[in-house]
């Protein structure tokens, strides 16, 4: 894509942030943002009339999703090079496909998902019906993030659709290009009674969060978070939070380094850092750290040429304040043995390693989000878990040794979001585990199924009926008190370990009682014709 196309992108970009809301009205000849009250109370009214629940309608969305995002995946690719400079390999590898392929795995499983479910039940209510009810909590907020801008705003999304919300996107206004294609582009596949897109700054959205949503589903930073989660106490509102936080890796003299190396490298270079669970920082010997670093200076000869910065697949940071933030790290923050290497204009810097760091030097008290990897040395895995848990909980936490034993014992004595084993990144991929953070690092989870019942609510649902024997035996609740009825109430109503096969009791009782009163009715019949006789 040229220079001239990229700039155009931008221009039209800036000016559609200068208005942000759509549908403005006019006011003394000026335009005016929308009323978010009124955008709020119109999804709202939609959802009461139960416009978003069929399934039908769930699965018809999901699928103009995906249509959209085939049809104008170069819309997306030339969006996602103006905010990031991002290779086209990366755009469809770290977002388009993978938003296809989760939209393919929910519509495999929605029905499943929302059937009604018949847990176990107890002797008390041998004779109800126990189910689960899946309901959708009404109009979603979905705050996504910049440095994914695609991916962090739509897989929630689809989730929400999927469990029958109604939905306001706002996308992250860092990621101008990106933000400006979702607010186009989603009213013409998405039902814009059900789905709006807001979009603003931090005006925008404080006015946002003074709305009460049914749920709020944010991505972002630990700081934003707790203004997130704050705004949402005021009316008891549901949040899940995907945060950050330094992400520790671990790596122990055991592993094959140079495929380990290149395993961690590669976490860290994609999106030049700028991921919530990209490797934060390394735990490691001096000796292993000398491997690795002589293994870094290889492999990014082998990945990116002896220019890196002519490299088309390495991405730039997002903003210029971004980029001057990291590169403050790279002044006394340990020495530099690897990159280290700086543009303004192009807000490059190359992939770097620090040595020598301490862990009170600033680049250890903050997610660094670029693509700078300090090493601290520890002589064993002991020392590691006692710094990992000296701060706060990861969102990931990464172990690279062969040993079972080292394995286990991190994995058991580190708290974390997740953990992943001799790789980074991969465990994001496995639809069928949770994501999501613990502690600092967030609130909730999704991913697969899990996105689904996020933004579901599970109503138990107890349904009785007018059950002679069933009454005979429940009637011990009710006055004139006695110890006997006490007595009756606490063994019927007695936790009990599940009897195998208990669910086809009923069917069993019912072919005996069959047979029963066919034993019963011959021997009537044989008395009849003995008195005959």
């Known amino acids: 894509m040229s220079n001239d196309t990229v ?58 999703v995906l249509r959209m995002i085939t049809e104008t995946n170069s819309d997306i690719i030339a969006a996602l090079a103006s905010d990031l400079h991002r290779s086209k390999f990366e755009t469809y590898a770290l977002e388009i496909d993978y938003i296809i392929q989760e939209i393919k795995y929910t519509l495999m499983h929605i029905k499943e998902w929302s059937a009604t479910e018949k847990p176990p039940k107890g002797l008390a209510n041998f004779f109800d019906s126990v189910e689960i009810r899946k309901d959708p909590y009404g109009v979603v907020l979905v705050m996504g993030a910049w440095n994914y801008p695609l991916q962090l705003s739509l897989l929630p999304m689809i989730g929400a659709i999927a469990a029958g919300n109604c939905v306001i996107l706002k996308p992250s206004e860092v990621a101008v290009a990106t933000a ?9 596949y998405l039902d814009t009674e059900c789905c709006h897109v807001v979009l603003g700054g931090i005006q925008e959205t404080t006015e946002l969060l003074n709305q009460r949503f049914d749920y709020i589903f944010y991505t972002g930073s630990s700081m934003v978070g707790k203004i997130v989660r704050n705004a949402a106490n005021k009316y008891l509102t549901p949040v ?89 790290y790279l002044n006394g923050n340990g020495k530099i043995a690897v990159g280290g290497d700086t543009n303004p204009t192009e807000r490059y810097i190359s992939p770097t390693i620090l040595v020598n760091v301490k862990s009170t030097d600033p680049i250890m008290q903050d997610e660094i989000f670029g693509p700078i990897l300090p090493i601290i040395n520890v ?30 014992l991190i994995i058991n004595q580190i708290s974390s979001g997740a953990v992943c084993v001799n790789d980074t990144i991969l465990q994001y991929t496995v639809e069928t585990l949770p994501f999501g953070g613990v502690g600092n690092s967030g609130i909730g989870a999704y991913h697969g199924k899990y996105t689904y019942d996020t933004f579901t609510h599970k109503k138990g649902c107890l349904i009785r009926n007018y059950n002679k024997i069933a009454e005979m035996l429940g009637k011990n609740r009710f006055s004139p008190y006695s110890d006997k009825k006490l007595m009756l109430l606490r063994h019927l109503l007695e936790r009990r370990p599940g009897i195998p096969g208990i669910k086809y009791l009923p069917y069993i009782l019912m072919f005996g009682l069959g047979i029963l009163i066919t034993v019963g009715f011959k021997a009537i019949l044989k008395n009849v014709n003995t008195d005959e006789q």
Request: charged share 30%.
């Open 379 to 408: 002589d064993n895995a002991y020392e590691a878990i006692e710094f990992i848990n000296k701060r706060e909980r990861p969102l990931v936490l990464y172990v690279f040794s062969m040993s079972k034993r080292v394995q286990d």
């Open 7 to 64: 700039n155009k992108i931008k221009e039209d970009c800036i000016k559609i942030q200068v208005q942000p809301a759509r549908n403005h009205h006019k006011a003394n000849g000026k335009q005016a943002p929308e009323n978010y009250a009124d955008v709020v109370q119109r999804l709202r009214d939609t959802f009461q009339r139960g416009k978003s629940k069929p399934i039908e309608w769930r699965i018809k969305q999901l699928k103009q």
């Open 240 to 328: 899940t939070l995907e945060l950050g936080g330094k992400s520790p890796v671990y790596i122990d003299n055991t592993v094959d380094m140079p495929m380990a190396a290149k395993r961690i490298l590669w976490g860290k270079c994609i999106n030049v850092g700028q991921t919530c669970i990209a490797p934060d920082y390394i735990l490691c010997t001096t000796e292993v750290q000398n491997k690795f670093v002589e293994e870094v200076k290889k492999i990014l000869k082998e990945w990116y040429g002896e220019n890196v910065q002519e490299s088309p697949d390495l991405a730039r940071i997002i903003t210029d304040k971004h980029y001057q933030r990291l590169v403050s």
């Open 180 to 188: 400006k294609y979702l607010y186009e582009t989603i009213p013409k």
